[in-house]
């Protein structure tokens, strides 16, 4: 008999779960670690086991390791010296110094002089749900985030006509249309490419595409709306002006189901059809045929993006898409619009709150300031200007329009903490750099669940420990209100001791915790994680405030829990067990179409067809054009799109991009022979704000007169010879370029030069 360890092949090492953190999508993953100290990402392979992408990911996580690896993070605690240099302090310190310094600001101006911004990337959601205990105790009352520069105005949109937030079901759907939209490679949908491809190939279903450009997802398109950039709302203008003027709306649906359609339609009975397509730039007939293809579908899935939430007339054209959908019935019907059951929601859709923000009086979405409006917030000797900021997990220098703004912005303020893993374009203006772990270091999660009838929720395991001296959020968080005595040991004790007790007495103290201590719910995310993270299965302690969003999530969506098949003595423990016993994702809701209609959540649950804020712009079309003219600008340029690597500013080293790493300016070939431009060559490229050399890629994907230049580029990486892949966007945009109620930037349609060298 051979001796057992002759048995034993050489280990191989294990495939770990995890998931992606590039995009949305959250793809889940599995890993093999290795490298001399075993902290290598070294293979990367979809999950089948994943319940959402089911094995599938794209081209851009096999280099991950390019993250997680990054010579460039920061390890010590970062403080700005008198000479504007950082140094290395210990942590003590930086808690001690970083608590008080803030805590001077609430009392000599009000907590609501500090901004909060960001709490998470695609990858990353916890710590915005354990800075709750930061905000709480410093009365921060203003926050922003990347959603206040993209979708803000689409919630808008929907707070007003549902009152919740919806998505679309492309898996099921007759047709399917995607605006301003490149799912090819930003995803956003499970399995993206899967699903696009199915739709392309099924003769009966049906793929509509408005881009001005000729898109990856345009190539497997029936109908390529290829329209002038900016020209949207005068297309979507014409779609629903044929819809209505050929008696193709569905009345009965509109009847039953919504109210104050007698407002709407008269904006439409006499709109001029042929007048709009020429300056949407589309034929009218392929208008009409794409309108009447939409309204005689059984149903349509419609999707809206940056392509048009990033430029001009971008909350009206959210209403024109919603007025499109509803107005042909496509909502709560499979294959159409369905309203989303959260975990916990990161973008609300909810009645209009009438707030607004301190100095620019931009209306507050979502909870948050308007991205473009932050430079007016903090610029000025208004009394009520921001003085500080807090920002985690976002690097608003790069993402924000007008980085050099931003800039000045930041300078500006009497105070900046970062919290990051990478000494970033804004950790770089900080006066302390505070690191941490990574998100394969630390239990992680998003809240990008989005998904019907089966929503998923995913909280990952950390993959290792951090290196010496690295903590996650949660902690940091933890140690910020220990110092500012909101986090109270006596409660931590409490829940502690409960716990060990069992569920009944931890929800007990709990909610005895909630209801004789006012200031308890404020530091309960933080005091969960000191109670309860550590009696969590291993990796998995940052799951601790998941309880209380669990207890709330089963009092919001308690039938949609239990048919995911989750029920137990009290649902929300049931729930949070699930959670924490899944470390490759679960269902967490199951829903029904018929019950869709019943989650409208306007009073009398009907949709509200008329949003009257928006009928002047409405009107405003028909004697207005997609772009000013000007002679020193002629070109738009679509500054910052997404490519097969890009992602943010996730990763930073160039080397992680396969592609593209000089992140080139496309243009069509027409433009570039006028401007004696060849592939591969050098141009300046200028706007109002700013004016840099790039690279050119020469591209019949691209319409005359356009030009478009990658996301995420740009940023400086300390171990990668000062090569800085590509251009930074922001350089060239402007903070007033941007929408006027919404407050969303025109990044899409930025007038632009562009010169040969
Ligand atoms: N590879 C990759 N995927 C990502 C990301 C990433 O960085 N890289 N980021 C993720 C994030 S944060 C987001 S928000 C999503 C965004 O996903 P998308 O919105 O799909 O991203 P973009 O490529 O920026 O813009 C979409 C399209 O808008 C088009 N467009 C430009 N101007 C106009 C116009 O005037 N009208 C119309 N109709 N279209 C126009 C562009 O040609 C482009 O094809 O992607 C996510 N996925
Ligand atoms: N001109 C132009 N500008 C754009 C866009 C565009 O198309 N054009 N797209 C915009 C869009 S849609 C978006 S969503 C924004 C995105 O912009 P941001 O919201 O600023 O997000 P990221 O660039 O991904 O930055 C995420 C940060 O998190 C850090 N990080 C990574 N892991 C961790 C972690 O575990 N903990 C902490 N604390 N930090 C971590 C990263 O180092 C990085 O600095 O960019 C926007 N900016
Ligand atoms: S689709 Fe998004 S989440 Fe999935 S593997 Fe690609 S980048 Fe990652
Ligand atoms: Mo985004």
Redesign the pocket.
């Known amino acids: 008999m051979p001796a057992p360890s002759e048995l034993e092949s050489p280990a191989a090492p294990e495939w770990k779960p995890t998931a992606c953190i590039l ?2 999508c959250n793809c889940g993953l599995e890993v093999q670690l290795g490298g001399e100290d075993g902290r290598r990402l070294l293979k990367v392979r979809g999950d089948k086991a994943h319940p959402a992408s089911e094995g599938y990911a794209c081209e ?1 996580p096999s280099r991950l390791d390019f993250y997680q690896n990054d010579a460039g993070r920061i390890t010590k605690p970062l403080r700005r010296r008198d000479d504007g240099r950082f140094e290395e302090v210990d942590w003590d310190t930086a808690i001690r110094e970083v608590a008080t310094r803030l805590a001077a600001i609430r009392d000599a101006h009000g907590g609501d002089k500090i901004l909060y911004y960001g709490g998470g990337g ?1 990858g990353n959601h916890l710590p915005g749900g354990y800075a709750r205990s930061t905000r709480a105790a410093l009365g921060i009352r203003y926050a922003s985030n990347a959603l206040a520069q ?1 979708k803000t105005g689409e919630a808008f949109v929907l707070g007003k006509m549902i009152g919740t937030l919806c998505r679309a079901d492309f898996e099921h759907c007759e047709v399917g249309v995607f ?5 090819w ?4 949908l499970p399995r993206a490419r899967v699903t696009l491809r199915e739709l392309a190939k099924d003769p009966s279903r049906t793929m509509i595409v ?4 000729r ?1 990856e997802t345009a190539d497997l398109a029936d109908i390529h709306l290829q ?1 002038k ?4 709302a005068w297309l979507l203008a014409a779609i629903f002006a044929v819809i209505v003027q050929e008696g193709l709306l569905d009345e009965d649906f509109i009847e039953a189901r919504g109210e104050n359609f007698d407002q709407v339609r008269p904006h439409f009975e006499a709109l001029p059809i042929a007048q709009y397509c020429e300056e949407a730039g589309c034929p009218e007939e392929q208008v009409r045929e794409a309108a009447r293809v939409i309204a005689n579908a059984s149903s349509v899935a419609m999707f809206e ?4 939430q990033m ?1 001009r007339n971008s909350t009206l054209v959210s209403y024109l898409h919603y007025l499109i959908a509803f107005g042909t019935g496509n909502y709560g019907r499979k294959g159409s619009k369905y309203p989303v059951s959260s975990l916990q929601q990161i973008l609300q859709a909810g009645p209009d709150k009438g707030e607004t923000a301190p100095v620019t009086g931009t209306k507050i979405i979502n909870g948050l300031v308007a991205c473009n409006r932050i430079p007016d917030e903090i610029l000025t000797d208004h009394p009520d200007r921001l003085r500080a900021a807090f920002v985690e997990a976002a690097n608003p220098v790069h993402s924000l329009a007008d980085s050099r703004r931003m800039r000045e912005a930041f300078e500006a303020l009497e105070f900046v903490v970062v919290v990051d893993v990478a000494l970033t374009e804004t950790a770089q203006l900080a006066d302390y750099v505070l690191p941490v772990a990574t998100q394969f270091e630390k239990a992680e999660a998003t809240f990008f669940n989005f998904e019907f009838p089966k929503n998923y929720f995913h909280l990952r395991t950390a993959l290792m420990d951090p290196p010496e001296g690295l903590f996650s959020e949660p902690e940091l968080h933890a140690r910020l209100a220990e110092a500012w005595g909101t986090l109270k040991q006596s409660h931590v004790d409490a829940l502690a001791a409960a716990w060990d007790e069992g569920r009944d007495a931890f929800r007990n103290t709990f909610f005895d915790l909630v209801g004789s201590d006012a200031s308890f719910m404020g530091s309960a995310p933080a005091t969960l994680y000191r109670a309860i993270g550590d009696e969590l299965p291993k990796g998995r302690a940052e799951g601790a405030a998941l309880w209380a969003i669990a207890q709330i999530a089963a009092t919001k969506i308690p039938d949609s829990i239990r048919r995911a098949g989750i029920d137990g003595p009290n649902l929300g423990d049931a729930l949070f067990d699930a959670i924490i016993g899944s470390d490759r994702g679960l269902v967490f809701a199951v829903d029904e179409w018929e019950a869709s209609l019943g989650k409208i959540g306007r009073e009398g649950g009907r949709i509200d067809f008329a949003v009257p804020e928006l009928f002047e712009a409405l009107d405003g079309l028909a004697t207005s054009t997609r772009m000013p003219r000007n002679p020193d600008f002629p070109m738009v340029l ?1 500054a ?4 097969s690597f ?3 500013t996730i990763v930073r080293h160039p080397g992680w991009r396969k592609k593209g790493a000089d992140g080139a300016l496309a243009i069509a070939p027409a433009d570039a022979e006028r401007l004696g431009l060849a592939d591969g060559g050098r141009a300046r490229l200028s706007t109002k704000r700013g004016s840099v050399e790039v690279s050119i890629a020469v591209s019949d994907r691209m319409q005359p007169g356009h030009c ?1 230049l990658p ?2 580029t740009g940023v400086a990486h300390a171990d990668a010879d000062g090569v800085v892949g590509g251009i930074a966007p922001n350089e060239l945009t402007a903070s007033e370029d941007c929408d006027d109620l919404a407050g969303t930037p025109w990044h ?2 930025t007038a632009a030069r562009v010169e040969a060298l």
């Open positions: 995009c949305e851009k695609q993209e605006i301003g939209k490149n799912p490679f930003s995803h956003s408005i881009d001005p450009r898109t329209v950039p900016a020209g949207d993006d940056l392509g048009v430029n679509s910052g799109e997404r490519r890009t992602a943010n478009a996301n995420g899409k349609s």
